[in-house]
């Protein structure tokens, strides 16, 4: 809406007669009735004036309200400076200030957004961050993104642990992608601390090397040996150069000079003597299991459920693929499942899941539906997956009053937590719980 539209609409709503909450979105970023105005955004290289309205900010944001209020009288001036934050992220809290709704959240834009509502106090814009990055995000981004989410780890931590859980299980060619190369120092220590990862240390020893040689690159240093360890720091000893064969040792570290000879000749004796010497490297080979996994999916538009049920993208735990399973198991209901789509090379197999099936609302108000399970997972194909018949019925779903689905597009969210214990041996039969 143009400023010259918005007065107009304003100008119209007090001749007439106009709901509060029309009134307030009229008059956002409109100068009509204005009394502060930000400057915003001079860190980032450009400045945009936004005018505002005191009294509306400051009932959203009790940061604002301090400052226009409270003990910070100083800073109540006609126009405030807010250098740190990007016009694109401001104009976005704006908007949730005065309308409850961001329309404008890209993966550009919604990290400047998230440092935004942490900064002045706005747990549901917070929020709405959150569910914005998770509902967006994949393999392809996955880095991209941890290299942000790394530093709103105290403000947002499912994020960086929904990246992590990613990563852990990601493919040989995300290690060798340029993204990967990309990612930032923290982001890099943050993924080698990780004890689950599922690539071999082969992998991970070349895409270090690789992002070293790189991040050189990018510092317009020489890619020599002595600059890409001062770019790694302590992160290279979070590879375990020790856990590598001899040859990967002869064609990787040693071929590049990323090691010193010292270090070479220390790890080879501490591969082949019986007096091992210290090492300030990684010695322990990782898990490469976890045994807990979070599987999120978003149905699209649940008027369009079938009887036949769909599959979530798979997700690993004790690297065995688990999916949440989701469609009308009649007319009335909505069946929910956690399913398991493959199984170890043993011929005789079983582990205890325990899961909890969840059912998270649109509306942020709307307490989430939980159930718990527990159930003997085995080779034999009737244990292949196990839940709710009837979860929810299509009646409370669809119900707008309860706030189960969005009500632009009557998508829905579901997600389960899944923790699986360890194989053993069998016969295979099942067995379970439900609450």
């Known amino acids: 809406m143009s400023q010259n539209s918005a007065q107009s609409t304003a100008t119209e709503s007090c001749a007439g007669v106009a709901k509060v909450a029309d009134r307030v979105k009229d008059i956002l970023l409109c100068e009509d009735m204005s009394d502060i105005r930000f400057a915003v955004g001079r860190d980032h290289g450009a400045v945009k004036i936004f005018p505002a309205h005191r009294v509306i900010i400051g009932l959203r944001s009790v940061v604002f309200h301090t400052m226009f209020y409270g003990s910070l009288p100083d800073m109540c001036t006609d126009l405030l400076d807010i250098p740190d934050i990007h016009p694109e992220a401001f104009a976005n809290m704006l908007s949730y200030i005065y309308t409850d709704a961001v329309t404008n959240f890209t993966q550009d834009n ?6 935004c509502a942490d900064k002045y106090d706005l747990p549901l814009l917070l929020t709405m961050c959150t569910d914005f990055v998770l509902g967006t995000l994949n393999l392809n981004n996955c880095l991209h993104v941890l290299d942000n989410a790394v530093h709103y780890a105290g403000v947002a931590p499912s994020i960086l642990e929904k990246c992590l859980c990613l990563i852990d299980e990601s493919p040989k060619s995300i290690w060798q992608s340029d993204q990967f190369c990309a990612i930032g120092q923290e982001a890099l220590r ?3 601390k990780r004890d689950t990862l599922t690539a071999n240390e082969h992998t991970i020893c070349s895409a270090v090397d690789k992002w070293a040689e790189i991040t050189c ?10 600059n890409r360890r001062e770019v790694l720091g302590e992160v290279l000893f979070l ?10 040792l002869l064609d990787g570290p040693v071929k590049t000079g990323l090691l010193l000879q010292s270090e070479l000749l220390d790890i080879y004796h501490y591969k082949h003597a019986a007096i091992k010497p210290p090492l300030p490297f990684r010695k322990e080979p990782r898990q490469n ?3 807990e996994c979070v599987i999120n999916y978003t149905v699209p538009d649940v008027r369009k459920l079938q009887a036949i049920f769909t599959l979530s993208n798979p997700v690993t735990a004790r690297k065995l693929f688990w999916h949440i399973h989701v469609g009308k198991e009649t007319e009335a209901n909505v069946g929910f499942y956690l399913v398991c789509s493959s199984y170890p090379k043993s011929a005789s197999w079983a582990c205890e899941v325990n899961a909890e099936l969840r059912l998270l609302p649109w509306n942020t108000e709307t307490a989430p539906i939980k159930k718990q399970i527990s159930h003997l997972f085995g080779k034999n194909g009737a244990c292949w997956g196990y839940g709710f018949g009837n979860f929810i019925s299509m009646e409370n779903l669809l119900d707008p009053t309860k706030g189960y689905i969005d009500p632009s597009d009557f998508s829905l969210k579901l997600q389960i937590q899944v923790t699986v214990s360890p194989f053993r041996l069998e016969t295979n039969e099942c067995s379970e719980t439900r609450t």
Do not use: C, E, W, Y
Request: net charge neutral; no cysteine; aromatic share 6%.
């Open 110 to 115: 919604v990290f400047d957004t998230l440092k």
């Open 190 to 192: 943050t993924i080698l």
């Open 217 to 226: 690159m990018r510092r317009d240093m020489d890619g020599t040996s002595a």
């Open 239 to 248: 590879v375990g150069f020790p856990l590598l064969s001899d040859g990967q």
């Open 289 to 291: 299991v976890r045994g």
